[in-house]
Structure formats: C-alpha cells, structure tokens
C-alpha cells in the first residue's frame, strides 16, 4: 500500500553530468509534490516542491517535472556535483505527506 | 538557532522495556510529527499534534503514545520495545500543515535497536 514508490535504491553518475531521479504516486489526489534530500545521521531536508496544477518547477541545478496522466515526477540535477551524494525521498502531500523509499545518488568526482 | 533537536541519536532496548524519545523544537511552530523510517521504506507517520494539548494517530500509531503539553516538545513514549520497532525515529515540525513551499524541519533522528 505504498502510495509513492520511488523504484530505484541507487544511482551512479559522473560529475558534471545529469541525474535523474524518479518518483511514482498511485493517488491522483495528491496536491503538490516535494522532494528532500538527507545526508548520513542527518535528517531529510526540503529540496524543492511542485504544485499539481504545474507540470515544471526550476530552482538552480534542480528541476522537478510532473506528468500528472502517468502520475510520475522526476528530479533532474544538472551540472551533477559530488556535494550531490545523498539519499532523495519524493514525497506527495493530501492531508499529511507521503514519502516515497528513497534513491541513493553517488555522483562519482 | 536549533531547530528540531532529538535526543538520544543511539538506543538499544531490550524486548519489554520502555522509553522515551524527545523532541523539542524552537521555531513556535504549531505542527509536529513522529515518522519513523525501516531499511528499504519510505518515513511512514507515527503520531502527529497541531497545536499544544492536541494529537493524532497517523499511519503506524501501534505501540507508541504521545502527548504534547507545550508548543516546543513534542516526545515519542515507546511502552512495552518489541524488535519490530526497530527502526530510525524522526521529528518533524512546520509553521501549518503539509506546506508546499516550505516542507518540514526534520530533526536528525533516533536509532532505535530493539533486541
């Protein structure tokens, strides 16, 4: 009954290069998306959000996308810098948020 | 500035025994949450309060209690430790509920062994 599934454990890429991460949601309800970033021993903290009435939010290196019709969204990080290594949660928000079970990044120097 | 401050970060309990998990946060920020996060899932929610004197079940609210006496502190009673709630605890606080803008502030987490 996991709402939000984020299907890959890990990724790998160069520095310099793009990451993609991605996220599916079952609930066609949910209002806005967010993703966090956390770091070993810390807790996750707020990377960017997107409504569900955009389909593209964009904040330096880091977009989200949204395609609400596959109920998909993924989280682009473009240059990729080592800085970058950490585990990515998606979470989808009704009356509490749903989080997704995260994506480990290593982006490798 | 603090933000949400958990204590202990380490535990290890022995089947039966109880305790408390703390949080307090110093932000006045009205919404709280426990989440607790298992190898492989995603956070699922515990308990959570929006306001002083007022809390609610979440996802997972089964052998867990909490209360929430004033707006800074917000602690996770665990009664009778069974393995299965061995997991990593999180707090959380925000100004209101789910903010699209704004997330919440996590505390850095309790690990919690349960043996």
């Known amino acids: 009954d996991q709402q939000v599934k984020q299907n890959s454990p890990s990724l790998s890429v160069q520095e310099g290069r793009i990451s993609i991460l991605n996220c599916d949601y079952t609930?066609?309800?949910?209002?806005?998306f967010l993703w966090y970033k956390k770091y070993p021993a810390e807790g996750p903290t707020f990377l960017i959000s997107?409504?569900?009435?955009?389909d593209k939010n964009e904040d330096g290196r880091f977009t989200v996308f949204l395609n609400k019709s596959a109920k998909h969204l993924s989280l682009h990080i473009v240059p990729s810098q080592p800085g970058d290594s950490a585990v990515y949660f998606c979470?989808?928000?009704?009356?509490?948020?749903?989080f997704g079970t995260g994506t480990s990044l290593t982006v490798i120097p | 500035n603090a933000g949400v401050t958990q204590t202990p970060k380490f535990r290890i309990l022995k089947i039966g025994q109880s305790m408390t998990l703390q949080c307090t946060q110093d932000?006045?920020?009205?919404?709280m949450y426990w989440y607790r996060q298992d190898p492989g899932m995603g956070l699922k929610l515990i308990y959570y309060?929006?306001?002083?004197?007022?809390?609610d079940k979440g996802e997972v609210p089964n052998g867990y209690n909490v209360s929430r006496s004033t707006t800074e502190d917000f602690p996770l009673r665990l009664e009778l430790a069974a393995p299965s709630q061995t997991s990593v605890y999180f707090c959380?606080?925000?100004?209101?509920?789910?903010?699209?803008?704004?997330?919440?502030?996590f505390g850095s987490g309790t690990r919690l062994t349960v043996v």
């Open positions: 979470a989808a928000s009704g009356n509490q948020f749903y």
């Open positions: 932000m006045n920020h009205n919404y």
């Open positions: 309060s929006v306001g002083a004197g007022i809390t």
């Open positions: 609930n066609s309800m949910f209002d806005y």
């Open positions: 997107i409504s569900s009435i955009k």
């Open positions: 959380a606080s925000s100004p209101t509920g789910p903010v699209f803008n704004y997330g919440y502030t």
